[in-house]
């Protein structure tokens, strides 16, 4: 993706719209003054909603029966050896 240059004065004068195009419309912008770049204004990446979980997990590959077991294992392993710290807050 490239970045289009633009310059602070116009930046400051127009920010809704270069936010806006940044957030809805993916473009990058990098800014600068005296023909120095200074700093970038970017889309931050889109994740998933909560709503979409189900259908993300279901999407990942499986695991074998093998796996399975060597993973579930690890997390006894894990469990035993950890060390619980005590609540600050007294519960």
Do not use: C
């Not at 590959?61 to 993973?71: I, V």
């Amino acid at each position: 993706m490239s970045s289009i240059t633009a310059n602070v004065t116009d930046v400051t004068r127009h920010f809704s719209e270069y936010l806006n195009r940044a957030a809805y419309a993916g473009e990058s912008f990098v800014i600068v003054r005296g023909g120095r770049a200074l700093a970038e204004l970017k889309p931050l990446p889109r994740f998933k909603r909560i709503s979409e979980l189900a259908s993300v997990l279901s999407s990942l590959p499986k695991l074998s029966e093998t796996d399975k077991q060597g993973f579930k294992s690890d997390l006894v392993k894990i469990r035993k050896s950890a060390i619980m710290e005590r609540n600050p807050w007294g519960s």
